[in-house]
């Protein structure tokens, strides 16, 4: 078994290492000259930053369209589809993208992950095991939040069928695997591993930041559960903060890109498929906030009618849902905005890929103590750091385009003004949720408040955002014009993606099984496990 995954790891890195010659000077083995059975302490560093770049797409734009741009982006509501030819914008659930999507993970990323984990368990490296089970359970989190039960706990026992884990299970199993990585580091405190200080392209083998990644993807899983089981949300997001979260920017989690790792953006905007949502332009322009020059570029051709008086506002937004014939007859590439500058440069490096940032651990915390949870803190101040700690991550200031101090303003979205697929028809805002805390609103309320800024910050993280959206149905965002699937109305939203074509003809006992644990028909409609509001 041991060899046949190293096979497996040396295939999915000869491609991975082909073009990439700067740096070879800094591992002891040139990878392009690595064999099977040269996958050892020399060559683990390399396979350590591949099993991390490479479930982050850097370097493969194609695999990031097939199931977060094409997915998550527009289903957070971050993005809409501008192309006429590409319909998961109105609900079609593409099978053939999904299937290439799915396939791939288990293929190239999850057999590298597995590696590492499994090479620094059998030769001692028990600081380098913990940082790669938080790795693991941070990229996995992604894919049972998509799919629901996926193969986890056997994935890698080089059997024909691999079993699915049912979501309930791997969530369980999660926070015990962050329960004995976290304690790992905790008892390195201060140090550094030199077997990956070259190599992370995180933290450079940082324990301590490691350490406090860990805890904070606890803190985020604890509130994805807090519906389902809201004993053990409690318990693990005050274990969580009790062990120390990402409380300051300069521990924020991103992967580091290169001109050899670049950000998958940088290619995929070249493509023109995709712009800016009107949900965007409606809460970016009500709230007045500066991070919107940071996300997008102005529109080439933008609508000043639609702006506050005295306050020019160029970025334009489209509605999700567009026809085939409006994509096709109207210029939304021109219309509407792209994403900001430093994403659309094709070959460059790009901005780094974002982990998990300061913001959102606020925001987390904000939330458990809207439930009474020890989070250090009250909800409207944790709900105040948390906007603060976005706009400076963003390198924004703390007021808003119009000079008043943003965390305190009562501004509201607005609307984008109309949408071209109807130019006789004025958008009312998207929502009426104000920045200012509603100190005296309901819960409710309040969470609006929490996951709409939540929501902001996390851009272009849409896979959690998407997530959010599911758990706790906010923000309020625009229905779709239209849906083309019988299954989801245009007011609704998928709850999850479906399995795929190739584990029904390779796993098919398997897949069939993984459905019976779902709970219910394998379509755009059945709830995750953890999806009970």
Not at 182 to 209: M, W
Not at 416 to 441: C, E, R
Request: aromatic share 12%; charged share 20%.
């Amino acid at each position: 078994m041991k060899n046949i995954l190293k096979l497996y790891i040396f295939l999915s890195i000869a491609v991975f290492t082909s073009s990439c010659t700067k740096n070879f000077d800094e591992i002891n083995t040139n990878p392009k000259e690595l064999t099977v059975d040269k996958l050892n302490s020399a060559s683990y560093g390399y396979v350590v930053r591949s099993a991390i770049y490479s479930p982050c797409y850097l370097r493969n734009g194609s695999l990031m369209q097939l199931g977060q741009s094409l997915f998550t982006d527009i289903y957070a509501n971050y993005f809409a589809t501008s192309t006429p030819n590409f319909l998961s914008d109105r609900y079609v659930l593409v099978g053939s993208w999904l299937n290439t999507y799915f396939s791939s993970f288990y293929s190239g990323s999850a057999p590298q992950i597995k590696y590492a984990e499994d090479f620094a368990r059998q030769n001692g490296l028990v600081r380098e095991q913990a940082m790669m089970k938080i790795w693991k359970v941070y990229i996995y989190q992604k894919y049972t939040d998509l799919f629901g039960p996926i193969p986890y706990s056997e994935f890698g026992n080089m059997e024909k069928e691999i079993p699915y884990d049912s979501q309930s299970d791997i969530y369980h199993s999660f926070f015990l695997e962050l329960d004995s990585a976290i304690t790992v580091l905790k008892a390195n405190a201060g140090t550094t591993s030199a077997a990956l200080s070259s190599y992370d392209p995180i933290y450079k083998g940082n324990i301590d930041k490691w350490a406090k990644l860990g805890s904070s993807i606890r803190l985020r899983l604890a509130l994805h559960v807090k519906y389902v089981d809201p004993v053990l949300a409690k318990t693990q997001a005050e274990k969580a903060v009790k062990d120390g979260v990402i409380t300051a920017n300069a521990d924020n989690a991103f992967v580091t890109t290169t001109t050899d790792w670049t950000n998958p953006y940088d290619l995929i905007t070249s493509w023109g498929e995709f712009r800016m949502s009107s949900d965007m332009e409606s809460i970016l322009k009500g709230y007045l906030d500066p991070r919107v020059e940071k996300y997008f570029q102005v529109a080439v051709t933008p609508d000043p009618t639609d702006d506050f008086t005295g306050i020019q506002f160029n970025f334009e937004g489209m509605r999700n849902g567009q026809t085939k014939s409006n994509r096709s007859a109207i210029d939304f590439k021109k219309k509407a905005s792209d994403m900001a500058k430093p994403y659309v440069i094709l070959n460059d490096k790009g901005p780094n890929w974002p982990i998990f940032r300061a913001f959102e651990a606020n925001f987390l915390k904000a939330e458990g103590a809207l439930e009474g949870w020890n989070m250090g803190g009250t909800a409207a101040d944790l709900y105040k750091a948390g906007i603060e700690l976005s706009l400076t991550e963003n390198s924004c200031p703390l007021t808003n385009l119009k000079g008043d101090i943003y965390a305190t303003s009562n501004l509201i979205p607005a609307s984008p003004g109309f949408d071209w697929s109807d130019p006789t028809k004025i958008q009312v805002p998207v929502s009426t949720v104000p920045v200012a805390f509603l100190t005296n609103g309901t819960k409710e309320q309040q969470l609006e408040q929490i996951i709409t800024q939540k929501w902001i910050g996390l851009y272009p993280d849409s896979p959690e955002a998407y997530t959010e959206r599911r758990r706790t149905k906010y923000p309020t965002l625009y229905p779709r014009l239209e849906s083309e699937n019988i299954d989801i109305p245009a007011t609704s939203l998928p709850t999850r993606l479906p399995y795929v074509t190739s584990e029904y003809t390779n796993n098919a006992n398997q897949v069939k099984a993984a459905v019976e644990l779902l709970g219910g028909p394998d379509n755009g409609v059945t709830k995750l496990w953890w999806d009970k509001k």
